[in-house]
């Protein structure tokens, strides 16, 4: 028993001792040439942007295929040789699976690095992010699919296990399909969204009575950032079944109301002329809309609407506040007696008794 372990264990000794150095001075070399790469190319480069992002995983792809390699040249009677090939084939697969799914996020880091945020142009460079981000997820998402798929066809049960998995391809179709169901819609959904675009990245969006901002796209979900840093999590299918504002589509310019309520004897001329003032002093009008109208009335108080613009939505509620405190103190201070009030009518007790029929 000893003299055939001892016999394994010499027989496995130069294998080993070449599988080792050989694996080791492929990844010397490959860090070596990745150094060489360094120097003679620019940071930003598109090249360099894919290297740095898979130079890892690159680098153990190099030294598994070595190894797999000196292992095939190995004499086919060393024990337990077959075992050892299957382990670094695995190995192999999972690290090609690692690399290809960092040059395929490396893909979309490149793309939007070329269509920066640019002043006139930030709609396109916000389409081509959201549907990158859109198309890189899913793509990873197949990748690693294909890699788990690649590695347990390595085993010898799952291969004889295809056979029968083929048979009941049917029924297990339509079982795996309603159980993947919210997902496979919510995947679905992204890619309409990446390719319709009913909203991109850093759009404001009013969604469910909240006011927020688009911050990240998954490939099942988006992050919404609440004006108050809250974070909503919706569903990707929920934006395509359900209706949703969206403040900056085509562009970010938005109009604000204020509504004020006073006295039938207040005259409207100082109100406008007030209200054009705080406009022109205030930073957050862009200068285009200013509007004054009458827009209701009832038994006591007629409402005036204040319509203004404003580059973006938060610059339109910052201005919205501020004429609305401006138009109150010109009101508390100029005419506080046409402010809202209840109006009373004095009825005499006795004529008012006198007057009223008879009990029956």
């Avoid at 372990?5 to 070449?18: E, F, K, M, R, T």
């Avoid at 130079?55 to 004499?75: D, F, I, K, T, Y």
């Avoid at 690290?95 to 945020?117: D, F, K, Q, Y």
């Avoid at 108050?228 to 359900?242: A, G, K, S, T, Y």
Wanted: charged share 20%; aromatic share 10%.
């Amino acid at each position: 028993m000893l003299e055939s372990v001892d016999a394994g264990l010499g027989g496995w000794l130069y294998p080993a001792i070449s599988a080792l150095v050989s694996a080791l001075l492929a990844y010397g070399g490959f860090r070596l040439a990745l150094g060489l790469v360094h120097r003679l190319t620019r940071r930003k480069a598109v090249p360099r942007l894919f290297l740095d992002a898979s130079a890892r995983a690159v680098g153990w792809v190099v030294s598994l295929l070595v190894l797999n390699g000196v292992l095939e040249a190995s004499p086919q009677d060393l024990p337990y040789l077959s075992e050892f090939q299957h382990i670094a084939t695995l190995l192999l697969i999972f690290s090609v699976t690692w690399a290809l799914v960092r040059c395929t996020s490396a893909i979309g880091e490149v793309i939007v690095t070329l269509n920066p945020v640019l002043e006139g142009e930030w709609k396109r460079a916000r389409k081509v992010e959201t549907q990158t981000r859109f198309l890189v997820r899913g793509l990873n998402i197949l990748i690693v699919i294909v890699g788990l798929g690649a590695a347990l066809m390595t085993f010898d049960s799952v291969r004889h296990v295809g056979g029968s998995l083929l048979a009941s391809a049917g029924v297990g179709g339509i079982i795996l399909g309603f159980a993947a169901r919210p997902v496979l819609g919510n995947l679905l959904a992204g890619m309409q969204i990446a390719l319709t675009q009913p909203f991109r990245i850093d759009d404001v969006l009013y969604v469910q009575n909240e006011w927020c901002w688009v911050e990240e796209v998954t490939a099942t979900y988006v992050v919404l950032r609440v004006w108050d840093l809250r974070r909503l999590i919706v569903p990707l299918q929920w934006f395509i079944e359900n209706p949703f504002q969206n403040w900056s589509r085509n562009t970010a310019d938005l109009l604000g109301t204020v509504f004020i309520r006073v006295d039938y004897a207040m005259p409207i001329f100082p109100l406008r002329e007030e209200f054009a003032r705080l406009l022109r002093q205030s930073p957050q009008w862009d200068g285009k809309i200013e509007t004054v109208q009458v827009t209701d009335s009832d038994d006591q108080t007629i409402q005036v609407r204040f319509l203004m613009s404003a580059p973006d939505s938060s610059q339109a509620w910052d201005l919205r506040c501020a004429v609305r405190e401006g138009l109150i103190t010109f009101l508390q201070e100029h005419y506080p007696e046409f402010l809202p009030r209840i109006r009373a009518r004095m009825v005499d007790t006795e004529l008012s008794e006198m007057m009223s029929p008879p009990p029956r």
